[in-house]
């Protein structure tokens, strides 16, 4: 994979702008797919002219687009352009964005290949386009992650969009083209301010909204983890209260693009892949024992899992969405 510099009249459209060749299949919708907190996620925008996000960099916020241009061979390409003042910033990490540092050889190697479910094995066949993305951003990760504990998914994504849409920050200008209504998310400072009242406005309980804050009086020291294996990055995650197994694998899943971490602890996963490799539920002890002989690649596994369509039986009640805003 190589990275080169646009061409000049395309890069003077922009603040920096870089294209990334990714040397092989891709896929930029399901590569990103995976940070978006659901398809109405205001810090991202996809649209027929690129992918657009918004975040913010030791630098500043900036505003990126992505565009993919396929091809044969190695002419298949991603155009990168930002704007704002951590325009440099951000582009300095959209190859680890896209999936540069993420190495599915060790799990297509035959040998390997041959031990893996059948399902996934079709699985992977269909989508080779795939890659774990890298962010690299430990406080944009963590916090929409810790209001999706113990809560169901409509319940985190709404109360999400709601902080983001009262305390989020307008992308920085990108001309004309840029997407109405693209947000950068709060910095550590300002979710700090955002006072007891709003919380329970967004349906954020007392619980979740303190561990956020816990986090992020530690916002630049939890940045630093970055920089660390995924392994170690969790367990130092976890030092804070509130932050547990599900939460810190969740994190560095998009934070790291770690092809291994588990999220035990999840509601539905243990029984779905119990579901999805012996035809019978299982719980997170059964899931990891299932999982074993992967060791090293069992989110890429589970990841496949979810690409092949395989749907679980339902059974049972179902969490039961809960909305005290009003009280």
């Known amino acids: 994979m190589t990275i080169t510099e646009l061409p000049p009249g395309l890069a003077a459209a922009a603040d920096a702008s870089l294209r990334w060749y990714p040397e092989g299949p891709y896929s930029l919708s399901q590569t990103l797919g995976v940070l978006l907190r659901g398809t109405g996620d205001p810090s991202f925008s996809s649209r027929p002219d690129g992918f657009w996000t918004a975040f913010t960099t030791a630098d500043g916020p900036v ?76 406080v944009d990760c963590l916090v929409p992650t810790i209001l999706e504990q113990k809560v169901t998914v409509i319940e985190a994504r709404r109360g999400y969009r709601y902080l983001m849409y009262r305390f989020g920050s307008r992308a920085p200008a990108a001309g004309t083209a840029a997407p109405d209504g693209l947000l950068v998310q709060p910095t550590p400072a300002q979710w700090l301010h955002i006072p007891s009242w709003e919380w329970h406005q967004a349906g954020v309980g007392p619980q979740r909204s303190a561990t956020v804050m816990r986090a992020l009086r530690s916002a630049v020291a939890l940045e630093r983890l970055a920089a660390l294996a995924p392994a170690e990055a969790a367990a130092k995650m976890q030092v804070i209260p509130g932050v547990g197994v599900w939460t810190a694998a969740e994190v560095v899943q998009r934070t790291h693009g770690c092809p291994d971490s588990i999220a035990v602890g999840d509601y539905h996963l243990a029984a779905y892949v ?7 539920r299982t719980d997170d002890a059964g899931m990891l024992a299932l999982l074993a002989p992967w060791k090293g690649h069992r989110q890429r596994v589970v990841r496949m899992i979810g690409l092949s369509g395989f749907r679980k039986p339902v059974f049972g009640p179902r969490m039961t969405i809960q909305d005290h805003r009003r009280h």
């Open 63 to 138: 505003t990126l687009r992505l565009t993919f241009t396929a091809g044969v061979a190695r002419e298949a390409h991603v155009d990168a352009q930002a704007w704002g003042p951590g325009a440099a910033a951000g582009i300095q990490g959209v190859p680890r964005l896209l999936g540069s540092a993420d190495d599915w050889s060790a799990f297509d190697e035959p040998a390997f290949h041959a031990t893996l479910p059948r399902m996934v094995r079709e699985a992977r066949r269909r989508n080779l386009a795939v890659r774990l993305p890298s962010t690299g951003r430990m």
């Open 274 to 280: 119990g579901a999805a490799l012996t035809g019978r």
